[in-house]
């Protein structure tokens, strides 16, 4: 895929202008029109413009915590003011919550769907009820290939909503830095006119054409994932001292619930043995928590001997 885009790219010549390219595939893919899409560098990229777009100094950004930490690095890089709903204690949005503190003026409401890191998806009518709130409600749809539902359809229905996805996730592609927004076109021309020229590389532009044209050899990786991510909990279910959470994503939140056992001492042991996990416990209501991505099988494997090993010492 890579080697195939590499042969059709010509170094020599400026990318397409505001990432036609890539917009163009996206909106076939997606079946939407090209004016409802804008391309960025990155899922992180099309954050940037959208916050220097949509925020002026003071201006209020509501979103949910414990959630992914780029919508507050956005919202005071712009000098926006958080406004934050914690999550209900089985991490469910507290929709009443948001709604009260949305009387206030909003400028952008966030929400990250599934969300990262606790993994779930919150149910489709609370989102609805959100997006009665009158101010763009932004839905980060990074994980949502593997989960119940996607919103995406809905740009038709809400003038408010926008979606955002990103090919590092599920096309496994972090490197060529590329996400997207679908929103109603006004969002987007917004978007487009604070956004410089030639500002997405041309060989990301042909490798996310190349990539989507082989959505069925991704679909099935998503399956094996999901597969994967079922047989890894259940796994992880049987060992003593970790509560292991739903999840509808590619990793897994993780409590420990061992007495002498912290996330950064078991970070710590498991590095040792080159695991990686992901300490979260800093993050409200998720004392004693950690991450795990889902692995290949082998990797998975090693993981629950190894998690088994220092739990017992
Ligand atoms: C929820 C969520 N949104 C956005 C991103 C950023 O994606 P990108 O690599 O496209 O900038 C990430 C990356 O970890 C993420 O977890």
């Known amino acids: 895929m890579i080697l195939n885009a590499c042969k059709e790219f010509d170094y020599r010549r400026y990318p397409d202008n505001l990432a036609g390219l890539a917009v163009r595939a996206i909106s076939r893919f997606l079946g939407v029109e090209e004016s409802m899409v804008y391309v960025g560098n990155g899922l992180d990229g099309v954050m940037n413009t959208l916050f220097r777009t949509y925020l002026r100094r003071g201006s209020k950004v509501l979103i949910v915590e414990p959630t992914f930490g780029m919508y507050s690095y956005f919202t005071n890089l712009y000098g926006g003011e958080l406004k934050t709903v914690l999550l209900n204690p089985d991490f469910n949005l507290n929709v ?6 949305s009387k206030d003026e909003i400028s952008l409401v966030i929400v990250c769907s599934p969300n990262n890191p606790t993994g779930n998806q919150f149910p489709r009518d609370d989102l609805k009820r959100i997006l009665e709130i009158d101010a763009l409600v932004v839905l980060d749809e ?20 926008a979606v955002m996805r990103t090919f590092s996730k599920v096309f496994g592609l972090a490197g060529i830095r590329c996400g997207y927004l679908v929103s109603n076109p006004e969002v987007i021309e917004y978007m487009n006119r604070a956004t410089p020229p030639f500002h997405v590389n041309q060989l990301t532009q042909l490798i996310v054409k190349k990539a989507l044209s082989m959505w069925s050899y991704f679909e099935e990786k998503v399956k094996e994932v999901i597969e994967e991510r079922e047989r890894l909990r259940k796994a992880l279910a049987g060992l003593d001292g970790i509560k292991v959470y739903p999840s509808k994503t590619n990793f897994i939140l993780v409590k420990i619930v061992k007495e002498g056992v912290t996330p950064r001492i078991l970070k710590k042991k498991l590095m040792e043995r080159k695991i990686l996990i992901r300490d979260v416990s800093d993050k409200p209501l998720l004392s004693d928590c950690i991450r795990i991505t889902v692995g290949k099988p082998e990797h998975n494997e090693l993981l629950v001997s190894a998690l088994e090993k220092c739990l017992e010492s």
């Open 96 to 101: 009443e919550q948001i709604i009260e503190q």
């Open 142 to 161: 990074a994980y949502v290939q593997f989960a119940d539902y996607s919103m995406i359809d809905d740009v038709w229905n809400y003038e408010n909503l």
